[in-house]
């Protein structure tokens, strides 16, 4: 069977799914999926093939979507889904991750769920929430959310997760306890003299290098970090950078040293590309020095960004590169990210980017 | 033990479109809000969580009316009630 790739979407309006064949240049487009709700993350459950989408309608509450055939048909799911009875209501789920067998959802207000069933049934895993920090917690723009998860890929007991605006936090023990994990990563939105707190930064994306644990990259709020002891210490790495403020990153599915990122112009300057021009930045040395790659991406009167989400790479050789802008426009790389293309336009604000190759 | 009275539920398109194949008129057992929650999940499993949360009580943006009044779970239904569950304009 001849190989093809996917693009997994998640909207402001539902989920939908790109298709082609290796080569990337023609892409067939199918969707909105979910019933239109507002989904924040789709992602493949590679043991199962399932297709699992993280949402939240304001009617409805919070569910993951599951489908089982490539996105013809959906089922819903969020039994079990509550931190209990007087407790705060769970909004949306928007992020997903598997471990083994398990598959995890992070959810606003931010919390972390399990699901042994394919996302049929969820069980909270509280020892996050009993975190002590837990009480000073605060909500980013986006609302409180735990939107990063990042298991270990051989560890099932190690989980990184991070959240808006509490920090890294990791997991050894499956859950049950946790330790923050942002020594050296800055809050400029914090008085002088306390803006390197043990936890209550705003990290936008928190990713892992290939084949390699140990080494994590964060997108933050105030600033580009990199760590090479899993996010015990985290060192700048955001010379040479047009800003210090984005939300995505997006590793490379061999390099450990290769990221892209999607800049923007500040936090409070708007938050769109820099001069209307809009750039994915690349390093291939783990951040020591950046490219900005622009062939092909608007170089004029570009008001957009690329939401935390919303940038993903495949698997193939070259590696392709993708993001999805929050004005409804999808970029493809097939090349590393040398040279982009326009793939879908006029969709609804795009929240995530995910790819799937099928041989 | 008596049974609870029967009532007649009104769903909104918005959660039929949600439960492929469940119809829009029911005609069930149920004295309160709540009963009537839990007699819907009963025939189609999940729709509680779809209408209430964890707290619990009926979503923000879930409107429930015995007949012209609006309803928490709490309320009780009176014997032949019309109840409509509604999607609220402020959920759109």
């Given at each position: 069977m001849a190989t093809q790739v996917y693009i997994l979407l998640g909207t402001r309006k539902g989920a939908f799914v790109l298709e082609s064949d290796r080569d990337r240049t023609d892409w067939s487009l199918r969707g909105p999926f979910?019933?239109?709700?507002?989904?924040?993350h789709v992602i493949t459950?590679?043991?199962?093939g399932a297709i699992h989408a993280a949402g939240g309608n304001a009617w409805f509450g919070p569910a993951v979507w599951t489908s089982r055939d490539l996105g013809a048909t959906w089922t819903h799911a969020s039994e079990g889904m509550t931190y209990g009875e007087g407790e705060e209501p769970i909004v949306a789920a928007w992020s997903l991750a598997t471990s083994g067998d398990r598959l995890y959802a992070g959810v606003q207000p931010a919390g972390l769920f399990a699901s042994n069933d394919g996302g049929k049934g969820w069980e909270h895993v509280a020892g996050l929430r009993a975190h002590p920090s837990r009480e000073k917690w605060t909500p980013g723009a986006g609302g409180l959310i735990l939107h990063s998860l990042v298991p270990h890929p051989t560890d099932e007991n190690q989980i990184w997760v991070a959240i808006s605006a509490a920090g890294v936090f990791h997991t050894a023990d499956g859950g049950a306890t946790w330790a923050p994990r942002n020594t050296g990563t800055r809050c400029d939105f914090l008085p002088e003299g306390q803006r390197y707190p043990e936890f209550g930064q705003c990290v936008h994306c928190l990713v892992m290098a290939a084949g390699r644990p140990d080494l994590l990259y964060q997108q933050n709020h105030c600033g580009m970090y990199r760590s090479a002891d899993g996010g015990r210490n985290w060192q700048s790495v955001?010379?040479?950078?047009?800003?210090?403020f984005g939300f995505p990153a997006a590793v490379h599915p061999r390099d450990p040293s290769t990221l892209y990122l999607f800049p923007l112009n500040g936090a409070i300057e708007g938050r769109y590309v820099p001069e209307g021009k809009a750039a994915v930045w690349r390093t291939r040395d783990g951040g020591e020095s950046w490219q900005a790659m622009r062939q092909g991406?608007?170089?004029?009167d570009a008001y957009f960004g690329v939401l935390r989400q919303a940038m993903a790479t495949d698997t193939l050789e070259p590696a392709g590169v993708y993001a999805g802008t929050n004005t409804g426009s999808l970029y493809a790389s097939a090349d590393e990210g040398e040279t982009w293309t326009e793939?879908?336009?006029?969709?609804?604000?795009?929240?995530s980017v995910e790819t799937l190759v099928r041989a | 033990m008596t049974q609870p009275p029967e009532v007649r539920v009104t769903l909104p398109a918005a959660l039929l479109a949600l439960f492929?194949?469940?119809?829009a008129q029911h005609r069930l057992r149920a004295d309160t809000v709540e009963g009537v929650v839990y007699a819907l999940d009963a025939a189609w499993p999940g729709m509680r969580a779809r209408l209430c949360d964890g707290r619990p009580?009926?979503?923000?943006h879930i409107a429930v009316y015995v007949g012209e009044e609006r309803a928490t779970l709490d309320t009780t239904v009176p014997p032949g009630a019309d109840l409509s569950i509604m999607t609220a304009i402020s959920g759109g």
């Open positions: 979910c019933d239109a709700w507002p989904i924040n459950d590679p043991r199962t955001e010379d040479g950078l047009p800003s210090s991406l608007p170089q004029r793939i879908a336009q006029h969709l609804p604000p795009i929240h | 492929p194949g469940c119809p009580a009926l979503r923000q």
